[in-house]
């Protein structure tokens, strides 16, 4: 029986529920749902985003407007026009089987005239963005005398962006006995004095802790010098070959110069923000939403209408000036209940802002130092093991075979797996063994205690091992570090330094452990698969003190390929900055001091690029 049933909507809502593949409702919508169909009330609901909030709200609405009705009945705000776009098109996926319900975008960007002659036709549910809609009641075009239902989603990010006195107007254009619905994943002061003015004793939902974050997502954070900013960015990315991320700069000169350098460099890589025009954007969120950007380099503006599934980390490249906004940024991974990792670049004069997000979140941060060449080199190597294990064969190939064959016959198993593996590994380990490792001296005892659930241990006679379970056991940091301690036995900060990646992690004990992890793990299955614990070269500890004045720093894993023509509409005119202290790798090095380029197809498989 689908959960939905018992909500109490109607059979015309079931049926697109049921052709959405919608089985379980979330926490806000279980909350909501039932709340707003039995009476009009004004209510305000806390939840993160990523949460189901649409529907929380779209559901009931659709059931309690007049489809026989053609006046503009509910009015639902929105912080940007792809929010804006995104909530129209769920509402009419959600309103597909009950005729005559029509509902309206309204955005700037695009004809205000023909906006207007939309709603004229007859729009029950406008959805707007505060600067347009404003607009259009300043000009006549549109009339909320007589609405129903006002509907403010992302109330704090809408006020954020300095919509305050937008927000005002158009509440204050619209009759008092409507019933408005307040969604927000936070509630500072400007948000809690809307609700204070403008709402009759609304109820409260909350999901979660108020103003907390997810708690499907770990947060990280990466001390470096500045120069290094970039560099760090790109050893991150290394790091995690499936990377699927979003990051995200202050400004939109910063996320431009930024994507810049990471398509130079070879990255599957696009920029996201306010100066590019409406075809540009939806381009590139095509390409993101395809695969083809692996990498979207965005402003919190332009952010806010990203909905995609299964990002798997978020990168603040730069901190937001308003701390509040992390959580935000962070939301955009660790959705539907899927694990997803948030992580920090900063610098020592930045510390104390780790402090004040911990607080707003309730949750801590793990502090992590920048991978070194061999580590990244070994995580990139064990990726490729498993991906060749994993792929499927294509059997176009069989009638080659033969002549393949011939020409291996004479090498052993061992012999082919060597030199296959060694195609990737060595262009890696050639490349990294030249370049400095990039961590800055670790935070220093007043953020220990915020770290050493991870990364304890006394770091003397430390073993690193290497476990083939990871991510996609629905792991991160956290629960794999307490699955390990509680099957041995060991204590609480016995267990240090995991690192988990999609199908497989590191972790450290002291050598006093080593007998116990080996035994105890390799003679175990997890769920029908059998655990393989070995011990890893590289020890995960920092490298700071070992330098290579010769070499040049940076670099990593080159991906190249994706939506290339979207990525050189995205670009703006080319701007002569150096992110990290320096020109791009790209353009200053020889052939033979660059990391091997790689393109991508749309499955994320990569092969190498012919010379």
Known sequence: MNKFEQLGLNESLLRAINDLGFENPSEVQEKAIPLLLEKDT??????????????????????????????????????????????????????????????????????????????????????????????????????????????????????????????????????????????????????????????????????????????????????VNARDRYEALKRLADANPDIFSVIFCRTKRDTQAVAEKLIEDGYNAAALHGDLSQAQRDGVMKSFRGRQIQMLVATDVAARGIDVDNVTHVINYQLPDEIETYNHRSGRTGRAGKLGTSIVIITKSELRKISAIERIIKQKFEEKTIPSGIEICEIQLFHLANKIKDVEVDHEIDSYLPAIYEVMKDLTKEELIKKMVSVEFNRFINYYKKNRDLSAQKAGSERRESFASNDGGSGNGAVRYFVNIGSRDNFDWMSLKDFLRDTLGLGRDDVFKVDVKEGFSFFNTDAEHSEVVLETLNSMHLEGRRLNVEISKNDGRDNNNRRDHNGRSGGGFKRAGGDRSTDRNARSERRGESFGGGRSGARTQSPAGRAPRRSSDSTGSRKPRRS
């Open 42 to 223: 004004d209510i305000v609901a806390l939840a993160q985003t990523g949460t189901g909030k649409t529907a929380a709200f779209g559901f009931p609405l659709i059931q309690k407007i007049n489809p026989e009705n053609r006046e503009t009945q509910a009015l639902i705000l929105s912080p940007t026009r792809e929010l804006c776009l995104q909530i129209t098109n769920e509402i009419k996926l959600y309103s597909k089987y009950i005729k005559g319900v029509n509902t309206v975008a309204v955005y700037g960007g695009a004809s205000i005239t023909e906006q207007a002659r939309e709603i004229k036709r007859g729009a029950q549910i406008i959805v707007a963005t505060p600067g347009r809609m404003q607009d259009m009641i300043n000009r006549g075009l549109v009339n909320i005398s007589k609405i129903d239902f006002c509907i403010l989603d992302e109330a704090d990010e809408m006020l954020n962006m300095g919509f305050y006195d937008d927000i005002v107007n158009i509440l204050s254009t619209s009759p008092d006995d409507k019933s408005t619905w307040l969604f927000s994943a936070t509630m500072p002061q400007e948000v809690a004095r809307i609700a204070k003015e403008f709402m009759r004793k609304p109820l409260e939902i909350t999901v979660g802790h108020k103003n907390s974050g997810s708690s499907t997502v770990s947060h990280e954070f990466y001390l």
